[in-house]
């Protein structure tokens, strides 16, 4: 992959040059021409447009609007928030790359844009964020309660995500108001980051940067998840993980040691050999 595709570029900058989104429009005319019923969804979601932001708000506008929120109107918000703070907009180029990397099911830019709920419902939660962070709570919970009915994604607005994050396959993860996802974190479908349901205030996970995190896994309370750690699939985590270390079972255990810096990047799910200590 092109290392300019995860540089980070002005917004007077991406407007000349946006690698990411000139393979997009690429794609999208490559896939018109080869698919001519999906001609229309071409020009209308990406070709017609001159900015990936200006594609993307339409595109979540039309999947999340309602007679309740009109996707006239919430296109307007989504447009405000990406003017508003251009780091959301370099986050969703990262995200896509991410997705690209380290999906094997992914195989371009376009398909993630268009169809994985997973990067869908991260993007509209960055602006959900906006939202809660400009004081525009009851919006921003609107826009979270969409995205949730829409794509069975429910993340509280005030959780805060790095970038380069992927969320795969999305369905049935849930994330908490004090959450903390640093950049770089890869999670899988029914993921919980979670409070124990005692605790008031800061009560959920905060995730450190290149954390791998496996299908069904529930972290539990204000614990960390150190640097470059390993959740197994199906576990429940009730106690910190340092960095590099994997964790693994119901309640979760150190189990070893992580294979690289960033399991993230590697997305390999297996285990290692049980420590002795």
């Known amino acids: 992959m092109p290392a300019t595709l995860g540089k980070k570029y002005s917004s007077v900058d991406l407007l000349k040059h946006d690698p990411v989104w000139q393979r997009i429009r690429e794609e999208a005319a490559h896939a018109a021409q080869q698919e001519p019923l999906l001609g229309s969804m071409a020009h209308s979601a990406v070709l017609h447009h001159e900015r990936l932001e200006d594609a993307l708000s339409y595109i979540l506008a039309q999947k999340l609007g309602s007679t309740e929120l009109s996707a006239l109107g919430l296109r307007e918000v989504i447009e ?5 703070d251009p780091d959301i907009g370099h986050a969703v180029r990262a995200d896509l790359v991410a997705v690209n990397e380290r999906d094997p099911a992914c195989r371009s830019f376009l398909k993630p844009l268009l169809f994985f709920k997973g990067f869908q419902s991260l993007q509209a939660h960055r602006v959900a964020n906006w939202l809660w962070r400009e004081g525009r709570e009851t919006m ?3 826009l979270q ?7 069975a994604v429910d993340i509280n607005p005030a959780a805060k995500f790095g970038r380069g994050i992927l969320i795969d396959h999305g369905t049935g993860v849930v994330i908490g108001e004090t959450a903390v996802i640093d950049d770089d974190v890869s999670m899988l479908q029914n993921v919980t980051l979670g409070g124990t349901g005692k605790e008031t205030g800061d009560r959920h996970p905060k995730i450190r940067r290149g954390v791998l995190i496996g299908a069904g896994a529930k972290i539990l309370g204000n614990i960390e998840i150190g640097e470059g750690a390993k959740i197994g699939a199906g576990s429940v985590v009730l106690i910190p993980v340092p960095a590099h270390c994997t964790a693994a079972g119901v309640p979760a255990k150190i189990v070893g040691d992580c294979e690289c810096e960033q399991p993230s990047r590697e997305m390999n799910h297996g285990l290692p050999y049980h420590r002795d200590d």
Do not use: G, I, N
Not at 80 to 84: I, L, R, S, V, Y
């Open 145 to 151: 309660s969409r995205t949730s009915e829409v794509f």
């Open 140 to 142: 921003a919970f609107l």
């Open 80 to 84: 405000d928030a990406f003017a508003a």
